[in-house]
């Protein structure tokens, strides 16, 4: 096969004859096609970034095998593997100007000093610091340095990129615009990568396939829309951010599958709602009915308290708790106002529900 | 422990300025996009090799030329005719001359450090926390005694106090008080530096929202600043401690017949009362001394690691208002300090223009001669020659041994049992970084004839003085160039090794390449050391050549204004030799840390 084939890899720390060993990672089987961005999705210390150096060589396998086109890597050192690998932190060199990191890895690779300045100019264009060449590291802000950390790791072409939660150090605004720079500067240079983050939405901007990994094994891997739409298991959803689960047998599954339309696929039982596909349609009135503005296409399903509102990214959001299923956060419909207290009537945003 | 005073303890954060050195640009062969290659074979025998080779050198030299010698001279001490026999503990126990001596050594030792510490602690205010003009020029000028030869500075006090000087007055000459006064002269730098290099680091912020929480300036600091400073206080009192209890050089020359240290002891019981046992047995003693010093130092300078990775990087430091009652008394004692460092260095300059004759250079053309009387066996020049070029043999071993040990103990293995050998190692080395050069002179004469049976005798070797004076100045090279290896990100050697560097060109273009400024330091401060080395050197500097400092120290033995003020112009010359020396090693300090 082409491209990375990742088979029953395991990986373990500490000392087995005393009793201290850490199974990071156990019996991982996963691979990226060539020219495909995979994203390791996982909490931390799920064992995502030992996969990562197992992969790189880095870490010794406990069991299993990493192979390349189907050739396998047991005995390639780090540096005959051509893996490029980025950090969360960059790991600039010091001593270097930006230039010269960049080109560390095409000196490795003995290229002609020409060639070497033409790259590491391409190289700077593509992550968005042309003319930064001659800059000292120390100088750069935290997003620079690891632009020039992106554009140092792709610099020699390495067959596949292995990156280590390379946004994780920055700050929200900062790894949003990031992510969306790190993926297209893949696809730009047509890079197979191996990208992880805990951050689920990183993972759904960057990679082609999300594969979620918990407690050392893997959960599921698919295309993010399908990931999001079927999660594998209950665990998978929770880490996607799904806050909370519907038995659709029960009576409160009921309104919620009438909701969301006749035909759902076989096997389903649980309906899982994400934060805001519960959306406060308006005040419940009286003790008999509810009012709000329930319609056809969107009917009230449930009705609960309001604990708190919040105000983010410009929208309301209420924290409300519904019988049977808890404390949730609902979205706020145009023009629904609503305080503490309140009992507010709840419609169903069907595309923040997976089936389960 | 006399060559180990060349250090000056900062405590900056270990980043490399980004221009620091380029690697050599490879003659480019044809290029290569795909630089993996299939197979490969799992790193193995060449590397064990190599490794085995980077720990075996330093562990045979300073195997044969550390633990040797002092195991025998320990044994001596122990044993005699072959069987334990403690009667020599009993014997040099029994004399009052043995106790007044250890009494006389810590007691030194201990007021100097605490002198030292006073006068200190409000310098590395002044001088760390404190902004004003020409701060850089005083803090570099009272390092200057640190980088002192002893000799030197044991010369340079006896111009200001002996009969003649311009503080002839106060009677001070050949007392306990001049050995304390010389040894603060010494060791103030060492704790300006030490508490100084953490305080301006430390965050001022904590201070503040101790005030702001309802702390008086003065509570805020004693409940504040100063814990916090307590690890830095805790090393540089310990090591200040060290280098006191094993001072040889100065006190020799100060001390005259009725104060010394166990060292200078150890000296005397050798060459002049060719008591070995006594030796041996007092050698132990100060073994037993400095390791106890050590002890602490490390414990204390683990805790200031510690301290130092919690703190922030400080702000600038605010001016200096001498408005302000704190600031102006601690100005007025560093002030004070000032002119009591130059005192000395003002009078060993100025009484080395007198002659007996007048005011002139007279001293410094008669250092090529063999002084009044034939004093030397050879011309003061000649001298100086000697010393330069044992001083250039000493410092490639140095800083090759030294290097050496950093390297291998700098490593983290993942094999559990390479793991242990390496902190085996570590302990191993640390060892003789308490070194008391005075034994490491006597295990030498010891240990050195015939060695191992074998039918040479090195102590006519003309490699035995600069063997002696890398021993000793070994220890200074591992703790400049360690701690700036051990700062190195492992992960900075993966991100090397991903990109395509092997194991060899990972350290030379990570870890030489970081390193290459600290090298330079320990280049310059084992040259300076060995240039100033007196303690083992004066058991082993053969008589036809003598280097600098055992010229001097033979020059005010005798009589006549002639030699004395030979001696006087050939410190002068020491001391800028010396001093030269480590100021092109401080400019290539850099941003660089390491421990001195």
């Known amino acids: 096969m082409d491209g990375l084939m990742i088979d029953a890899l395991s990986v373990r720390y500490g000392d087995a004859r005393r009793g201290a060993e850490v199974r990071a990672v156990d019996g991982v089987t996963l691979e990226v096609q060539r020219g495909e961005v995979l994203a390791l999705l996982g909490p931390s210390g799920c064992g995502k970034s030992s996969v990562l150096r197992a992969v790189a060589g880095l870490e010794p396998l406990a069991a299993g095998s990493v192979s390349w086109d189907g050739a396998d890597l047991a005995g390639v050192p780090v540096h005959r593997r051509g893996f490029g690998l980025m950090f969360q932190d960059g790991q600039l060199f010091p001593h270097r100007d930006v230039a010269g990191n960049v080109e560390y890895g095409l000196r490795m690779a003995r290229i002609p000093r020409e060639q070497r300045r033409a790259r590491v100019a391409e190289l700077l264009d593509v992550v968005g610091l042309a003319g930064y060449g001659a800059r000292a590291v120390a100088t750069l802000s935290g997003g620079e340095r690891q632009r020039v950390a992106l554009a140092r790791a792709l610099a020699p072409r390495p067959r596949l990129l292995l990156l280590d939660e390379p946004l994780s150090a920055l700050d929200r605004a900062l790894r949003e615009r990031l992510a969306d720079d790190v993926r297209s500067a893949l696809v730009a240079t047509g890079t197979t990568a191996l990208f992880v983050t805990h951050d689920h939405d990183e993972a759904a901007t960057v990679g082609d396939r999300v594969a979620v990994m918990s407690a050392g094994r893997l959960l599921q891997a698919a295309p993010p829309a399908e990931l999001w739409r079927r999660p594998a298991s209950r665990e998978v959803a929770e880490f996607l951010g799904y806050q909370a689960f519907v038995d659709l047998d029960s009576a409160q599954g009921a309104a919620i599958r009438g909701a969301l339309g006749g035909d759902l696929p076989a096997g389903v039982r649980v309906a899982a709602l994400a934060e805001g596909a519960l959306v406060v349609a308006g005040l419940v009135v009286g003790p008999v009915g509810m009012s709000g503005s329930g319609s056809a296409e969107a009917p009230v399903v449930a009705s609960g308290t309001v604990l708190a509102t919040a105000f983010r990214r410009g929208r309301t959001e209420l924290s409300v708790r519904v019988e049977g299923l808890g404390r949730v956060t609902a979205a706020a419909a145009a023009g629904a106002v609503a305080a503490p207290g309140d009992e507010v009537a709840l419609t169903l945003d069907r595309k923040a529900v997976a089936l389960l | 422990m ?37 197979g490969g074979r799992r790193p193995g025998v060449g590397r064990v090799l190599a490794w085995g080779l980077a720990a075996g050198i330093p562990l045979v030299f300073l195997g044969v030329f550390f633990a040797w010698p002092v195991a025998t001279l320990v044994a001596r001490g122990f044993i005699a005719d072959g069987a334990l026999d403690l009667s020599a503990f009993a014997e040099v126990f029994a004399r009052q001359r043995t106790w007044r001596i250890i009494g006389l050594t810590l007691a030194q030792a201990g007021i100097a450090t605490a002198i ?44 200001l106090l002996a009969t003649g000087g311009p503080l002839d007055f106060l009677g001070l000459d050949g007392t306990f008080a001049a050995i304390v006064a010389a040894l603060v002269f010494f060791n103030y730098a060492l704790v300006v530096r030490t508490v100084g290099g953490l305080w301006e680091h430390l965050d001022p912020r904590t201070e503040q929202a101790a005030r702001a929480l309802g702390a008086s300036p003065l509570r805020a600091f004693a409940s504040v600043t100063l814990p916090a400073l307590a690890p830095a206080i805790a090393s540089a009192a310990s090591l200040v401690f060290l280098f006191c209890a094993t001072a040889f050089g100065a006190v020799l020359v100060l001390g005259g017949t009725r104060y010394g240290t166990i060292e200078t002891e150890i000296w005397i019981q050798t060459t002049q009362f060719l008591d070995l046992r006594a030796a041996s047995v007092l050698s132990v003693v100060q073994l037993v001394i400095v390791a106890a010093a050590l002890a602490v130092a490390s414990r204390a300078r683990r805790t200031r690691e510690r301290a130092l990775s919690l703190s922030e990087p400080a702000g600038a430091a605010r001016p200096l208002r001498l408005r302000s009652g704190v600031d102006a008394a601690a100005a007025g004692v560093t002030a004070l300090v000032v002119v009591l460092i130059a005192l000395p260095l003002v009078s060993l300059v100025v009484r080395s223009l007198r002659t007996p004759t007048g005011w002139g250079i007279g001293n410094y053309t008669a250092l090529g001669t063999t002084g009044g009387s034939n004093a030397l066996t050879v011309t003061v020049w000649e001298a100086a020659a000697n010393s330069l070029r044992i001083a250039l043999d000493a410092t490639v071993m140095a800083v090759l041994v030294g290097g050496l040990v950093a390297l291998v103990v700098s490593r983290r293995p993942r094999r559990r049992s390479a793991r242990r050998a390496v902190s085996l190692l570590d302990a191993v080395f640390m060892l003789p970084l308490g070194v008391s050069a005075v034994t490491v002179g006597f295990g030498f004469l010891l240990t050195l004839d015939h060695p191992f049976g074998l039918d040479v005798d090195l102590r006519r070797s003309a490699l035995l003085v600069p063997i002696a004076q890398a021993v000793v100045a070994v220890p200074l090279v591992v703790r400049t160039v360690l701690p700036v290896l051990r700062a190195i990100d492992p992960r900075l050697r993966e991100a090397a090794a991903t990109l395509g560097a092997g194991p060899g060109r990972v350290l030379a273009s990570v870890d030489l390449a970081m390193t290459v400024r600290a090298l330079g330091l320990a280049v310059g401060f084992a040259f300076a050391v060995s240039l100033g080395e007196f303690g083992a050197t004066s058991f082993l500097a053969r008589p036809d050549r003598p280097t600098l400092p055992v010229v001097i120290f033979k020059l005010i033995g005798r009589p006549g204004a002639e030699n004395h003020g030979m001696a006087l112009a050939a410190s002068v010359l020491l001391a800028l030799v010396t001093a030269g020396i480590i100021a092109v090693a401080e400019r290539l300090r850099g941003p660089a840390g390491g421990e001195l």
Do not use: E, M, N
């Open chain 2, 116 to 159: 030292a510490l006073l006068l200190g602690i409000p310098g590395a205010y002044v001088l760390h926390r404190r902004q004003f003009r020409g701060r850089a020029a005083v803090r570099a000028f009272v390092t200057v005694p640190f980088v002192l030869p002893t000799v030197v500075v044991g010369v340079a006090f006896r111009s």
């Open chain 2, 2 to 38: 006399d060559g180990h005073r060349h250090g000056l303890s900062t405590l900056k954060p270990s980043t490399l300025a980004p221009d620091a050195d380029r690697q050599p640009r490879p003659t480019p062969p044809p290029p290569s996009p795909t630089r993996a290659r299939a």
